[in-house]
């Protein structure tokens, strides 16, 4: 079993519409994940963290952690077509500053 | 404010070169990590540097090798190049403990 685990997708949805993004984690003792956006020929960028069991909002991104199934998501309210890119679950093997490792990413198209 | 900075953008070698990448990090950030992002995977970690030492390694052989310097700059060096070298480099800041933001990337072929 990987130690994340992502749908490579590609994953479409209609502009406006909610997009959901899955990972799941075979480390039962981590503590903190993070979610990175990586346009085409970019290099990813942080668009979300979650330590804590429940959901997180930050404008039109909703994080969800549920340790007990070892699965978060991420989800995008609103899709627009600037949102299409590749994310990436990531987890850290300590809190905060340890390696991250990652997942092999989910391509998104937001379909206008 | 700077974030962090990569030299070189883009790289060609041939096998069996030699080939040494360099990284800046992000103003106050005192750590730095390397990481191997090969076409349509995530990225790999291959090392972490804190005050001028390898903190963490990843599955990589020693061909890769690191160093950081006291303004805690760094630069992955990679001996006897291998035609599966072929990736995107990333180089990621942070400050002993939060988020790691990625540099734009070297994007090294090897012919």
């Known amino acids: 079993q990987k130690e994340v685990e992502q749908n490579s997708g590609p994953l479409s949805v209609p502009e406006g519409a909610i997009a959901s993004l899955n990972c799941t984690y075979s480390?039962?003792?981590?503590?903190?994940f993070f979610w990175y956006r990586q346009y085409s020929g970019k290099s990813p960028e942080l668009i979300m963290f979650i330590y804590s069991n429940g959901d997180k909002e930050d404008g039109r991104f909703t994080a969800q952690l549920n340790k007990a199934s070892q699965y978060v998501s991420l989800l995008i309210r609103d899709s627009q077509p600037s949102d299409s890119a590749t994310y990436l679950c990531a987890v850290p093997t300590n809190f905060g500053n340890e390696k991250l490792t990652f997942g092999t990413g989910t391509r998104l198209t937001i379909i206008p | 404010d700077a974030g962090v900075t990569q030299s070189p953008t883009h790289l060609i070698k041939t096998r069996g070169q030699q080939v040494t990448l360099r990284c800046s990090p992000k103003s106050g950030h005192d750590t730095v990590s390397w990481y191997q992002q090969a076409l349509g995977q995530g990225p790999q970690f291959i090392f972490q540097?804190?005050?001028?030492?390898?903190?963490q390694r990843g599955n990589f052989p020693d061909r890769f090798s690191g160093h950081q310097f006291p303004n805690y700059s760094s630069e992955l060096n990679v001996n006897a190049l291998l035609l599966g070298d072929s990736a995107l480099y990333l180089c990621a800041s942070s400050f002993v403990v939060g988020e790691q933001f990625f540099g734009p990337g070297t994007r090294l072929t090897v012919l």
């Open positions: 480390d039962r003792g981590s503590q903190s």
């Open positions: 540097y804190y005050e001028e030492e390898e903190r």
